[in-house]
């Protein structure tokens, strides 16, 4: 041996040797492994995650899933941490509160590069195989070498619950930015994909791109702009969490302003940056991607299961028919057109000036809740200055927001009215104003509405100062959680002092929303646990790729992707240069129907001055509304039940490709604009103009079945769907050309799958005493349960469940068992009304014959009937 390797080696056992401070464990920390050009040692942090970090050569640490040695995370071999200083001021409050906008510039900026040996320390806390923390420095040099600083390191466990999640922590006094710089898990030539970060509108996997976490107003376009004047980076809903193709997460566990450059700049390589001296980096060693988002949900909150009118159609009957006609009687319409209703936004806005509040309301409600209909308000955080009353006690109680110099910041709002005027802002971080609101909020209670439009909460300027001692820059995303947070304690006192629980028929370890709603535009980390109900902000009412139609599906599926489970579009779209025309009502009506929301939006602005069209303009724009309205009434079973599992694991009703079985399937990962409603139900809705025929991505490793269109039958005298195995059980690793006319949705079902629906006559998921007799509530039905089944056609199997019990099993195609456990129809087991898809050869012994299928679906009795041209049982 020679003399130079020889010294080598004695350096690296004496390196070794200093890192081995603190009570360790052979068994926990493992030395001498190489790795491209460094000497490593291996600590185990949980039982699922083991810490490789670097005592010889650059900085460098890699995550690894402990019990397969595969790679989770890993920082670039050289510069894994960077800190920055950046000098500069927000013009935000001269421009307009709702947007970011700061000029500045980094001072300089340092990279990491040895690990201190002798600073090594790992605390055996668990005991051997359990898992402990560990913490050591790395030395900071700037661009030109010398060394200028130093980084303490943390890596923990990030929850004793959770062996998947791993915290680590990075603070540096040398600096106020703070970032980490890891690699990509490509492999094979398969390029690993990055999709997440709360509410996005442009492509889903964010790999390549740059992208920002500062919820602000959206955006809209007009001729060449896209997301005017901020980009498409323009986000209400930002949430700093990555979830990748390989199964792994990575959430900043911040308020400050992050940025992410994924691969824009050096292909393969992330940076993640936090403003101020600390990153906290919270990474989830997911099996699957859907494994790492239920983590991330489990950290951070997951929704209460909704109120049962939330699921079903939302109207405007401020403006469905005509502005100058009453709102209840347009809801009357509604009912003598059998259109069936459980919401309607009546933006009655009691806030930021009141106007229009008053006793009178209390009648118009009461004839809302007559036909069924829960009427919800308008509320946002701010306060007209004219609103002298209000305006006033906030202004001496000093529950406004305030500037450096102690004074209540104002500023300039346009809102609704045509000029703008001044509002003070609550701080939320005073108990006062927690107070001050849930009493402003009780005033809309107290006058019969089941809830409000939640608008607005981006306008935190980073300049302002809040009652806890916090500024803008930190209290900035976090306004919104703290607003929802008021309804939603609120709320929850109504329930708590009505001494009211969960609905009838449901699982008592499951968590029920009170019977009330409040829906937000903004949000951020951990918003689906302050609230149960969102939107997508303001679309122009187009087919545009960035704000219009489309967009719309990629925000509902990128924010899905990020923990918030029920969120809608404004159907119709809010901002206009051209009227929406019939077909782009249509669309929207059926992207609605398969949505968190089904929300109809008839208002909005001109931005020349044309009135909105209205997709009741025609017989024929009324009858498809129709149409939709009744199929999303009658899902309503299947969507409560995906609503139960979304509490259980934190998966979306509306799910991005990448959360089911397929997340290894590329082709289906790529699409931007299918997903699935829950598990079972494929909808691949049409989201550019002129398109009748719709090109639809079939998962690999499951067959599916036509649900609308082909030979399935919708019969417009009650609005009941007859369900048809179409043109047989379409294999899945393909694309197929679907039928896709304006009537039609592209649709499928799972082969295998039987869907739980209602009965077609449903006017209205709400049951509120002294409903007219001409309503049929969800309660007057809940005697009988529909199922539609799709078997397999090689082995004739298909089941569901319903989250009342209620389960519904096929073997063979010979046998079908029913179960009824809970027995929902007041103590008496309920009516199955099952059609079951590519059966309609054969018959059911021991029960009579029908004539035709209406007398088995009207007739009462037990019976059955073939349809030989649907070919359905």
Not at 252 to 257: D, F, I, K, W, Y
């Amino acid at each position: 041996m020679k003399v130079g390797t020889l010294m080598a080696v004695l350096f690296c056992m004496f390196a070794l040797v200093l890192g081995a401070r603190g009570p360790t464990r052979h068994s926990s920390s493992i030395p001498g492994n190489t790795r491209q050009g460094h000497v490593t040692r291996r600590f185990l942090i949980t039982p699922r995650v083991a810490a490789v970090v670097s005592v010889v050569g650059d900085f460098f640490l890699c995550l690894e899933d402990a019990q397969t040695k595969t790679e989770v995370f890993c920082t670039s071999d050289t510069g894994g941490i960077e800190t920055a200083w950046w000098v500069g001021t927000s013009l935000q409050r001269f421009f307009y509160e709702g947007y970011s906008v700061r000029v500045g510039a980094e001072v300089w900026r340092k990279k990491s590069s040895g690990v201190l040996v002798d600073s090594i320390a790992y605390d055996d806390e668990l005991g051997g195989s359990g898992g402990g923390s560990l913490a050591f420095k790395v030395g900071l040099s700037l661009a030109y070498g010398f060394r200028s600083g130093e980084a303490s390191v943390e890596v923990a466990a990030a929850s004793d619950a959770d062996p998947r999640a791993v915290r680590v922590s990075v603070t540096s006094p040398s600096g106020n930015r703070v970032a980490l710089r890891a690699t990509a898990l490509d492999s094979r030539g398969s390029k690993e994909g990055l999709f997440g970060l709360g509410e996005r509108f442009g492509p889903s996997d964010q790999r390549g791109s740059t992208a920002y976490c500062w919820c602000e107003d959206g955006g809209w376009s007009w001729g060449p702009f896209k997301r005017f004047p901020k980009g498409r980076e323009t986000t209400y809903m930002p949430v700093p969490f990555l979830v990748s193709t390989k199964g792994r997460a990575v959430w900043l566990n911040t308020t400050r302003r992050t940025d992410f450059d994924l691969g824009s700049k050096t292909e393969g390589e992330y940076v993640m940056q936090a403003e101020g001296g600390r990153l906290d980096a919270v990474v989830i060693a997911g099996r699957t991607p859907a494994d790492s988002l239920g983590s991330f949900t489990a950290l951070t909150g997951r929704s209460l299961v909704p109120p049962k009118f939330q699921l079903g159609p939302w109207n405007n009957f401020m403006n469905e028919f005509d502005r100058d006609e009453p709102a209840p009687a347009q809801a009357r319409r509604f009912v003598e057109l059998d259109i069936p209703t459980s919401v309607t936004d009546y933006a009655i806005h009691f806030l930021p000036g009141g106007s229009g509040v008053g006793s009178w309301l209390a009648g118009v409600t009461g004839e809302f809740r007559a036909l069924g209909v829960a009427p919800l308000a308008y509320y946002n955080s701010m306060v007209d200055e004219t609103f002298e009353r209000v305006y006033q006690e906030a202004e001496e109680r000093g529950l406004f927001v305030k500037d450096e110099r102690g004074h209540t910041w104002k500023f300039y709002y346009k809102g609704a009215k045509y000029s703008p005027f001044k509002v003070g802002l609550l701080d939320f971080t005073n108990p006062g104003a927690k107070s001050f609101y849930a009493d402003l909020l009780d005033q809309s209670t107290k006058l019969g509405f089941r809830g409000f439009m939640y608008d607005y909460g981006e306008y935190v300027d980073p300049l302002m100062r809040f009652h806890d001692g916090t500024t803008g820059e930190e209290a900035h995303n976090a306004y919104p959680l703290q607003y929802q947070r008021v309804a939603f304690d609120y709320f929850s006192g109504l329930v708590n002092a009505s001494g009211s629980g969960g609905p009838g028929g449901a699982r008592s370890n499951v968590a029920y929303a009170p019977d009330y709603v409040y829906y937000s535009r903004s949000g951020y980390t951990g918003t689906q646990s302050s609230a149960w109900a969102h939107w997508t902000g303001d679309p122009t009412c187009d087919w545009d790729e960035s704000t219009g139609l489309p967009a719309q599906v990629k925000a509902m599926l990128t924010v899905g992707l990020s923990g918030v489970p029920f969120v809608g579009s404004d159907i119709g779209g809010f901002v206009w240069v051209h009227p929406p025309s019939l077909e782009l009502w249509v669309r929207w009506v059926q992207v609605g129907a398969v949505s968190g929301i089904m929300r109809m939006q008839t208002g909005g602005t001109s931005l020349i001055g044309k009135p909105k069209t209205h997709v009741h303009d025609t017989r024929l724009g009324t009858s498809l509304y129709r149409r939709y309205a009744k199929l999303r009434t009658q899902l309503f079973p299947y969507l409560y039940t995906a609503s139960h599992e979304s509490q259980r694991t934190g998966l979306p009703l509306t799910r991005h490709h990448l959360l089911g079985a397929w997340w290894r399937d590329q082709a289906a990962v790529s699409q931007e604009h299918q997903f699935t409603l829950g598990a079972d139900l494929l909808c691949a809705p049409v989201v550019h103009r002129g398109r009748f025929v719709q090109d639809v991505y079939l998962p690999k490793n499951t067959s599916w079945f036509e649900l609308l269109g082909g030979r399935s039958r919708y019969e417009e005298r009650d609005g009941r769907l007859r369900i048809s195995a179409g043109r047989g059980e379409l294999r899945g690793g393909r694309t197929v050309d679907v039928e896709a006319p304006l009537e039609v949705l592209p649709l499928m079902a799972r082969a295998g799958s039987a869907i739980p629906t209602l009965a077609p006559d449903v006017d209205t998921l709400n049951d509120f005493d002294g409903t007219s007799a001409n309503v049929t509530t969800m309660g007057q039905r809940a005697g009988e349960l529909h199922w539609w089944a799709f078997p397999t056609e090689a082995g004739g199997n298909a089941a569901g469940e319903a989250w009342d019990g209620a389960h519904l099993e096929v073997t063979s195609g010979r046998q079908m068992s029913l179960q009824d456990s809970n027995n929902a129809g007041g103590g008496v087991p309920r009516q199955f009304v099952v059609q079951l898809a590519g059966l309609g050869h054969l018959g059911v012994w021991g029960l009579k014959r029908a004539g035709s299928w209406m007398e088995v679906a009207e007739g009462g009795g037990d019976a059955w009937a073939a349809d030989h041209e649907l070919n359905t049982l």
